[in-house]
Protein backbone atom coordinates (compact mmCIF):
# COMPACT_ATOMS: atom_id res chain seq x y z
CA UNK A 1 0.00 0.00 0.00
CA UNK A 2 1.29 3.40 -0.96
CA UNK A 3 -0.26 6.55 0.71
CA UNK A 4 0.82 8.93 -2.00
CA UNK A 5 -0.56 6.54 -4.43
CA UNK A 6 -3.86 6.66 -3.04
CA UNK A 7 -3.61 10.47 -2.61
CA UNK A 8 -3.10 10.58 -6.01
CA UNK A 9 -6.36 8.35 -7.10
CA UNK A 10 -8.06 11.03 -4.87
CA UNK A 11 -7.12 13.99 -6.71
CA UNK A 12 -8.30 12.86 -9.99
CA UNK A 13 -11.78 15.06 -10.97
CA UNK A 14 -14.36 13.80 -13.39
CA UNK A 15 -14.49 10.45 -12.71
CA UNK A 16 -17.56 8.17 -12.52
CA UNK A 17 -17.61 6.77 -9.06
CA UNK A 18 -16.75 2.91 -9.83
CA UNK A 19 -13.77 4.06 -12.01
CA UNK A 20 -12.45 6.10 -9.31
CA UNK A 21 -13.22 2.94 -6.81
CA UNK A 22 -11.40 1.09 -9.16
CA UNK A 23 -8.20 3.48 -9.62
CA UNK A 24 -8.30 3.38 -6.01
CA UNK A 25 -8.08 -0.26 -5.13
CA UNK A 26 -5.30 -0.31 -7.63
CA UNK A 27 -3.32 2.46 -6.42
CA UNK A 28 -3.95 0.66 -2.76
CA UNK A 29 -2.29 -2.41 -4.21
CA UNK A 30 0.55 -0.12 -5.73
CA UNK A 31 4.31 -1.77 -4.41
CA UNK A 32 6.97 1.48 -4.98
CA UNK A 33 9.65 -1.20 -5.12
CA UNK A 34 7.73 -3.39 -7.17
CA UNK A 35 4.87 -1.68 -8.93
CA UNK A 36 0.85 -2.71 -9.25
CA UNK A 37 -0.05 -6.03 -10.85
CA UNK A 38 -3.17 -7.43 -8.67
CA UNK A 39 -5.39 -10.56 -10.13
CA UNK A 40 -8.61 -9.55 -12.00
CA UNK A 41 -10.25 -12.13 -9.42
CA UNK A 42 -8.65 -9.74 -6.30
CA UNK A 43 -9.16 -6.60 -7.85
CA UNK A 44 -12.69 -7.49 -8.74
CA UNK A 45 -13.32 -8.44 -5.66
CA UNK A 46 -11.99 -5.66 -3.91
CA UNK A 47 -14.32 -3.07 -6.13
CA UNK A 48 -17.05 -5.52 -5.13
CA UNK A 49 -17.63 -5.84 -8.99
CA UNK A 50 -17.47 -8.09 -11.69
CA UNK A 51 -14.56 -9.22 -14.20
CA UNK A 52 -16.36 -7.88 -17.16
CA UNK A 53 -17.49 -4.47 -15.58
CA UNK A 54 -13.88 -3.68 -14.42
CA UNK A 55 -12.22 -4.63 -17.20
CA UNK A 56 -14.94 -1.63 -19.13
CA UNK A 57 -13.51 0.65 -16.00
CA UNK A 58 -9.56 -0.04 -16.54
CA UNK A 59 -10.93 0.74 -20.46
CA UNK A 60 -11.75 4.29 -19.22
CA UNK A 61 -8.74 4.70 -16.88
CA UNK A 62 -6.18 3.94 -19.77
CA UNK A 63 -8.33 5.81 -22.17
CA UNK A 64 -8.47 8.82 -20.03
CA UNK A 65 -4.27 8.16 -19.14
CA UNK A 66 -4.64 7.25 -16.03
CA UNK A 67 -2.86 4.14 -16.35
CA UNK A 68 -1.33 1.41 -18.72
CA UNK A 69 -2.03 -2.30 -18.84
CA UNK A 70 1.31 -4.30 -19.52
CA UNK A 71 0.62 -8.00 -20.26
CA UNK A 72 3.10 -10.78 -18.86
CA UNK A 73 4.14 -14.39 -19.88
CA UNK A 74 5.60 -16.51 -18.18
CA UNK A 75 8.64 -17.46 -20.42
CA UNK A 76 9.14 -20.95 -18.83
CA UNK A 77 4.93 -21.87 -19.07
CA UNK A 78 4.02 -19.88 -21.81
CA UNK A 79 0.72 -18.87 -19.38
CA UNK A 80 -0.60 -15.79 -18.23
CA UNK A 81 0.80 -13.85 -15.67
CA UNK A 82 -1.44 -11.32 -13.87
CA UNK A 83 -1.31 -7.77 -15.69
CA UNK A 84 1.41 -5.31 -14.45
CA UNK A 85 -0.49 -2.01 -14.00
CA UNK A 86 1.48 1.16 -15.06
CA UNK A 87 -0.01 4.17 -12.88
CA UNK A 88 -0.34 7.28 -14.30
CA UNK A 89 2.27 9.12 -11.59
CA UNK A 90 4.97 6.39 -11.85
CA UNK A 91 8.20 7.81 -13.21
CA UNK A 92 8.53 7.67 -17.37
CA UNK A 93 4.65 7.00 -17.31
CA UNK A 94 3.23 7.86 -21.31
CA UNK A 95 0.48 6.87 -23.29
CA UNK A 96 0.37 3.83 -25.41
CA UNK A 97 2.29 4.34 -29.24
CA UNK A 98 0.53 1.00 -30.53
CA UNK A 99 -2.76 0.16 -31.79
CA UNK A 100 -5.10 -1.41 -28.73
CA UNK A 101 -6.37 -4.87 -28.48
CA UNK A 102 -9.10 -5.00 -31.11
CA UNK A 103 -11.25 -6.72 -28.69
CA UNK A 104 -10.63 -4.42 -25.19
CA UNK A 105 -8.70 -1.89 -26.49
CA UNK A 106 -5.78 -2.82 -24.14
CA UNK A 107 -2.31 -1.56 -25.37
CA UNK A 108 0.58 -4.23 -25.66
CA UNK A 109 3.69 -2.03 -25.53
CA UNK A 110 4.72 -1.28 -22.15
CA UNK A 111 6.93 2.48 -21.48
CA UNK A 112 10.24 2.15 -21.46
CA UNK A 113 12.32 -0.16 -19.00
CA UNK A 114 15.41 -0.74 -18.01
CA UNK A 115 17.55 -4.19 -18.15
CA UNK A 116 16.41 -4.96 -14.84
CA UNK A 117 12.69 -5.01 -15.50
CA UNK A 118 13.17 -6.57 -18.88
CA UNK A 119 12.48 -10.61 -17.38
CA UNK A 120 9.30 -9.15 -15.93
CA UNK A 121 8.12 -7.81 -19.05
CA UNK A 122 9.16 -10.82 -21.10
CA UNK A 123 8.36 -10.47 -24.98
CA UNK A 124 5.58 -12.53 -26.84
CA UNK A 125 6.36 -14.77 -28.63
CA UNK A 126 5.60 -14.86 -31.99
CA UNK A 127 3.22 -18.25 -31.76
CA UNK A 128 1.12 -16.91 -29.38
CA UNK A 129 -0.15 -13.71 -32.11
CA UNK A 130 -0.27 -11.10 -29.63
CA UNK A 131 -2.72 -12.95 -27.03
CA UNK A 132 -5.47 -9.75 -25.49
CA UNK A 133 -4.10 -9.57 -21.73
CA UNK A 134 -7.64 -9.70 -20.34
CA UNK A 135 -9.23 -12.32 -22.01
CA UNK A 136 -6.22 -14.28 -23.66
CA UNK A 137 -7.27 -14.48 -27.44
CA UNK A 138 -4.80 -16.46 -29.18
CA UNK A 139 -3.00 -17.98 -25.96
CA UNK A 140 -3.08 -21.91 -26.51
CA UNK A 141 -2.80 -22.07 -22.86
CA UNK A 142 -6.46 -21.85 -20.36
CA UNK A 143 -7.39 -18.56 -20.58
CA UNK A 144 -6.78 -16.82 -17.22
CA UNK A 145 -10.56 -16.00 -17.00
CA UNK A 146 -11.54 -19.26 -16.27
CA UNK A 147 -14.34 -19.25 -18.89
CA UNK A 148 -15.25 -21.78 -21.19
CA UNK A 149 -12.08 -21.74 -23.87
CA UNK A 150 -14.91 -22.19 -26.41
CA UNK A 151 -16.07 -18.34 -27.66
CA UNK A 152 -19.56 -16.98 -26.58
CA UNK A 153 -22.14 -17.51 -29.16
CA UNK A 154 -23.62 -14.36 -28.27
CA UNK A 155 -20.09 -11.99 -28.47
CA UNK A 156 -18.60 -13.97 -31.15
CA UNK A 157 -14.89 -14.38 -30.58
CA UNK A 158 -14.78 -12.78 -27.18
CA UNK A 159 -15.51 -15.29 -23.87
CA UNK A 160 -16.21 -12.18 -21.75
CA UNK A 161 -19.66 -11.68 -20.70
CA UNK A 162 -20.61 -7.92 -22.77
CA UNK A 163 -21.31 -5.56 -19.88
CA UNK A 164 -24.21 -3.57 -21.29
CA UNK A 165 -26.39 -6.86 -21.40
CA UNK A 166 -28.62 -6.25 -18.55
CA UNK A 167 -29.56 -9.67 -16.85
CA UNK A 168 -32.27 -8.11 -14.47
CA UNK A 169 -35.44 -7.97 -15.89
CA UNK A 170 -37.15 -4.65 -16.03
CA UNK A 171 -40.44 -3.63 -14.36
CA UNK A 172 -42.90 -3.81 -17.10
CA UNK A 173 -44.72 -0.04 -17.46
CA UNK A 174 -47.83 -1.45 -16.96
CA UNK A 175 -48.47 -4.78 -15.00
CA UNK A 176 -49.65 -7.13 -17.76
CA UNK A 177 -52.61 -8.31 -15.21
CA UNK A 178 -53.68 -4.57 -15.67
CA UNK A 179 -53.57 -4.60 -19.39
CA UNK A 180 -55.00 -8.07 -20.21
CA UNK A 181 -58.06 -7.12 -17.54
CA UNK A 182 -58.56 -4.03 -19.84
CA UNK A 183 -58.50 -5.80 -22.91
CA UNK A 184 -60.93 -7.76 -21.78
CA UNK A 185 -63.25 -5.56 -20.47
CA UNK A 186 -62.45 -3.39 -23.78
CA UNK A 187 -63.86 -6.86 -25.86
CA UNK A 188 -66.97 -7.50 -23.89
CA UNK A 189 -68.34 -3.99 -24.21
CA UNK A 190 -67.96 -4.55 -28.11
CA UNK A 191 -69.96 -7.26 -27.82
CA UNK A 192 -72.73 -5.21 -26.06
CA UNK A 193 -72.00 -2.94 -28.35
CA UNK A 194 -72.94 -4.77 -30.96
CA UNK A 195 -75.62 -6.45 -29.38
CA UNK A 196 -77.03 -2.75 -28.81
CA UNK A 197 -76.87 -2.00 -32.39
CA UNK A 198 -78.99 -5.39 -33.68
CA UNK A 199 -81.59 -4.22 -31.56
CA UNK A 200 -81.92 -0.72 -32.68
CA UNK A 201 -82.17 -2.12 -36.29
CA UNK A 202 -78.54 -2.21 -37.56
CA UNK A 203 -77.94 -5.12 -39.99
CA UNK A 204 -75.12 -7.15 -39.21
CA UNK A 205 -72.66 -5.90 -41.77
CA UNK A 206 -74.11 -2.70 -42.43
CA UNK A 207 -72.54 0.45 -42.86
CA UNK A 208 -73.38 2.47 -40.18
CA UNK A 209 -73.64 6.16 -39.86
CA UNK A 210 -71.09 8.82 -38.92
CA UNK A 211 -72.79 9.39 -35.96
CA UNK A 212 -72.61 5.71 -34.56
CA UNK A 213 -68.78 5.05 -35.81
CA UNK A 214 -65.72 5.39 -33.64
CA UNK A 215 -65.19 6.09 -29.73
CA UNK A 216 -67.40 9.20 -29.92
CA UNK A 217 -70.37 7.13 -29.82
CA UNK A 218 -69.59 4.07 -27.70
CA UNK A 219 -68.26 6.97 -24.91
CA UNK A 220 -72.15 8.14 -25.33
CA UNK A 221 -73.20 5.05 -24.59
CA UNK A 222 -70.92 4.16 -21.48
CA UNK A 223 -72.45 7.60 -20.02
CA UNK A 224 -75.83 5.91 -19.68
CA UNK A 225 -74.28 3.42 -17.77
CA UNK A 226 -71.64 5.26 -15.66
CA UNK A 227 -73.55 8.52 -15.18
CA UNK A 228 -77.42 7.39 -15.38
CA UNK A 229 -77.09 4.12 -13.83
CA UNK A 230 -78.64 2.29 -16.19
CA UNK A 231 -77.48 -1.21 -16.49
CA UNK A 232 -76.31 -2.88 -19.97
CA UNK A 233 -79.48 -5.46 -19.58
CA UNK A 234 -81.96 -1.90 -19.32
CA UNK A 235 -80.57 -0.40 -22.19
CA UNK A 236 -80.88 -2.97 -24.41
CA UNK A 237 -84.30 -3.05 -23.42
CA UNK A 238 -85.13 0.42 -23.59
CA UNK A 239 -83.37 0.14 -26.90
CA UNK A 240 -86.46 -2.40 -28.08
CA UNK A 241 -89.15 -0.38 -26.45
CA UNK A 242 -88.02 2.50 -28.67
CA UNK A 243 -88.48 0.68 -32.22
CA UNK A 244 -92.01 0.02 -31.38
CA UNK A 245 -92.88 3.64 -32.10
CA UNK A 246 -89.72 4.30 -34.61
CA UNK A 247 -89.05 1.52 -36.73
CA UNK A 248 -85.98 3.39 -38.30
CA UNK A 249 -82.44 3.00 -36.26
CA UNK A 250 -81.82 6.50 -34.61
CA UNK A 251 -79.18 8.70 -36.26
CA UNK A 252 -76.94 8.45 -33.27
CA UNK A 253 -77.02 7.98 -29.42
CA UNK A 254 -77.62 11.55 -28.47
CA UNK A 255 -81.56 10.71 -30.29
CA UNK A 256 -81.69 8.29 -27.56
CA UNK A 257 -80.75 9.97 -24.71
CA UNK A 258 -84.21 11.25 -23.52
CA UNK A 259 -85.63 7.43 -23.08
CA UNK A 260 -82.91 6.26 -21.49
CA UNK A 261 -82.91 9.31 -19.06
CA UNK A 262 -86.82 8.74 -18.64
CA UNK A 263 -86.22 4.86 -18.31
CA UNK A 264 -83.58 6.29 -15.48
CA UNK A 265 -86.04 7.59 -13.93
CA UNK A 266 -88.79 5.63 -13.82
CA UNK A 267 -86.12 2.63 -12.60
CA UNK A 268 -85.87 4.95 -9.38
CA UNK A 269 -89.18 5.62 -8.69
CA UNK A 270 -89.85 2.02 -8.92
CA UNK A 271 -87.07 1.43 -6.57
CA UNK A 272 -88.02 4.22 -4.20
CA UNK A 273 -92.11 2.74 -4.33
CA UNK A 274 -90.40 -0.88 -3.81
CA UNK A 275 -88.44 -0.05 -0.33
CA UNK A 276 -91.24 2.03 0.74
CA UNK A 277 -93.52 -0.90 0.28
CA UNK A 278 -91.20 -3.44 2.15
CA UNK A 279 -90.76 -0.82 5.13
CA UNK A 280 -94.24 -0.44 5.38
CA UNK A 281 -94.86 -4.34 5.28
CA UNK A 282 -91.97 -4.55 7.68
CA UNK A 283 -94.14 -2.36 9.92
CA UNK A 284 -97.77 -3.83 9.37
CA UNK A 285 -95.94 -7.15 10.28
CA UNK A 286 -95.07 -5.79 13.47
CA UNK A 287 -97.57 -4.32 14.46
CA UNK A 288 -100.31 -7.35 13.40
CA UNK A 289 -98.21 -9.93 16.19
CA UNK A 290 -100.68 -10.29 18.33
CA UNK A 291 -100.57 -9.34 21.78
CA UNK A 292 -100.74 -11.48 24.90
CA UNK A 293 -103.24 -10.88 27.46
CA UNK A 294 -103.12 -10.62 31.16
CA UNK A 295 -104.53 -14.48 31.73
CA UNK A 296 -101.92 -15.73 29.41
CA UNK A 297 -99.09 -13.09 31.08
CA UNK A 298 -99.83 -14.71 34.32
CA UNK A 299 -99.87 -18.08 33.05
CA UNK A 300 -97.01 -18.01 31.68
CA UNK A 301 -94.99 -16.56 34.64
CA UNK A 302 -96.65 -18.98 37.25
CA UNK A 303 -95.09 -21.56 35.18
CA UNK A 304 -91.67 -20.19 35.89
CA UNK A 305 -92.39 -19.37 39.73
CA UNK A 306 -93.84 -23.07 40.04
CA UNK A 307 -90.75 -24.98 38.68
CA UNK A 308 -87.58 -25.25 40.25
CA UNK A 309 -85.34 -24.07 37.27
CA UNK A 310 -83.44 -20.62 37.63
CA UNK A 311 -85.82 -17.47 38.30
CA UNK A 312 -83.97 -14.57 37.34
CA UNK A 313 -85.15 -11.58 40.09
CA UNK A 314 -85.53 -9.08 37.08
CA UNK A 315 -87.92 -11.56 35.41
CA UNK A 316 -90.96 -10.88 37.68
CA UNK A 317 -92.06 -7.35 37.83
CA UNK A 318 -94.92 -5.92 40.36
CA UNK A 319 -97.58 -5.97 37.73
CA UNK A 320 -96.75 -9.24 36.63
CA UNK A 321 -96.67 -10.74 40.38
CA UNK A 322 -100.11 -8.67 41.12
CA UNK A 323 -101.63 -10.39 37.97
CA UNK A 324 -100.85 -13.79 39.27
CA UNK A 325 -101.77 -13.67 42.62
CA UNK A 326 -104.98 -12.10 41.70
CA UNK A 327 -105.68 -15.23 39.85
CA UNK A 328 -104.42 -17.75 42.64
CA UNK A 329 -101.68 -18.97 40.49
CA UNK A 330 -98.99 -18.30 42.90
CA UNK A 331 -99.03 -18.06 47.22
CA UNK A 332 -97.38 -15.16 48.57
CA UNK A 333 -95.27 -17.89 50.28
CA UNK A 334 -93.67 -19.50 46.98
CA UNK A 335 -92.84 -16.19 45.66
CA UNK A 336 -91.04 -15.43 48.57
CA UNK A 337 -89.12 -18.78 48.47
CA UNK A 338 -88.50 -17.66 45.00
CA UNK A 339 -87.37 -14.43 45.79
CA UNK A 340 -89.89 -12.46 44.26
CA UNK A 341 -90.86 -9.59 46.64
Same mark, same amino acid.
Given at each position: ?97 ? !? &? %? /? @??? *? #? ?21 ? !? &? %? /? @??? *? #? ?203
Amino acid at each position: MSHDATNWAIQRRGLKPTTKIVLWHLCDRFNPDFGCFPSQDRLAHDCEISRSTLNEHLDRLEAEHLLRRVPRIDPATKRQLPTRYILGFEEGFAPHDR !E &P %C /P @ETG *H #GLLPFSYDAETASEFAPIPADLA !E &P %C /P @EIA *H #GNPQEPVSGFCPDPCPENAESRVRNPDTNLVIEPLSKPVKEEEDAAAREADFDRFFAELLTALGFAANATLPAWWQGWPARTHVRRWIDDIGLSRKRIIEVALETRTDHPNPPDGPKALDRFMERAAQRDAQTAVANAKSQKAKRRRKREDTPRLSHDEKAAFYAKMVNADGYLPVSAINNSIRDLMLARGLVTPERLRLRGVR
